[in-house]
């Protein structure tokens, strides 16, 4: 199916284990982000990628890890999940950095 | 650092009215301004761009102007729908590659 995905949608895990977020686009596109969404605070990137093997942080990277080993896919993992890493997880991807941004349909993370 | 303001409160209006949403910037000069659109669940859907030398832009029912001398961003709906209703959302460049967005603002259209 054409457009980004992420997966899971949903996932619960516990406070020290390691969770990786997936997502992955159909376009080719260059750019990869990916952002947070937490009440209070709108949505804000964690990391991003310009292209295969290119990732730069954003404005909340500390706990994450990311990596881009092809342009379809760009992971994101959270070494040791901390209960301050419950939020929504949307990906984007974009053919320039600063055209429009196509997002996923988000992952609801919950640490207990 | 930078600061973007979308009124945190709820905006609601009438079908058929002009909805109104701003956006204030501080401590940076954007080069791009967006507008997203974000329903509950789902995603921010991109609606608009506009560059910092352009004042006005348009599409269909939506027009967007950018002052960067004010540090802010209008967004308008006209003829509004009950549609409509969801929170938008701004974002601005931070540089090339980076886009810090608001919080948004709830829009609610009343039949």
């Known amino acids: 199916d054409a457009g980004i995905t992420q997966s899971p949608r949903y996932k619960i895990t516990e406070t020290g284990r390691q969770v990786t977020l997936m997502c992955h686009q159909t376009?080719?596109?260059?750019?990869m982000f990916w952002y947070r969404q937490d009440l209070g605070h709108g949505l804000r990137l964690i990391y991003y990628?310009?292209?295969?093997?290119?990732?730069d942080k954003g404005e909340v990277p500390d706990g994450y890890v990311v990596s881009r080993s092809k342009t379809e896919n760009f992971p994101l993992t959270l070494e040791s999940a901390t209960r301050s890493q419950t939020s929504v997880y949307f990906c984007?991807?974009?053919?320039?950095?600063?055209?429009?941004?196509?997002f996923g349909p988000g992952t609801r993370l919950t640490v207990t | 650092s930078q600061k973007i303001e979308q009124n945190s409160e709820a905006l609601n209006i009438q079908e058929g009215k002009t909805a109104t949403l701003t956006c204030n910037y501080t401590?940076?000069?954007?080069?791009?301004l967006q507008w997203y659109r974000q329903d509950p669940g789902r995603g921010p859907v991109f609606l608009l761009l506009?560059?910092?030398?352009?004042k006005e832009k348009r599409k269909e029912r939506l027009k967007v102007t950018f002052d960067t001398t004010l540090k802010q961003s209008l967004f308008h709906i006209t003829a509004s729908q009950p549609a409509d209703s969801a929170t938008y959302l701004c974002?601005?460049?931070?540089?090339?590659?980076?886009?810090?967005f608001g919080s948004g603002t709830k829009l609610n259209v009343k039949p």
């Open positions: 990628s310009a292209a295969a093997d290119i990732t």
């Open positions: 506009i560059r910092e030398n352009e």
């Open positions: 984007a991807s974009s053919d320039q950095g600063v055209n429009e941004q196509y």
């Open positions: 401590n940076y000069s954007p080069a791009y």
């Open positions: 376009w080719s596109h260059s750019y």
């Open positions: 974002a601005l460049d931070m540089n090339f590659n980076k886009f810090y």
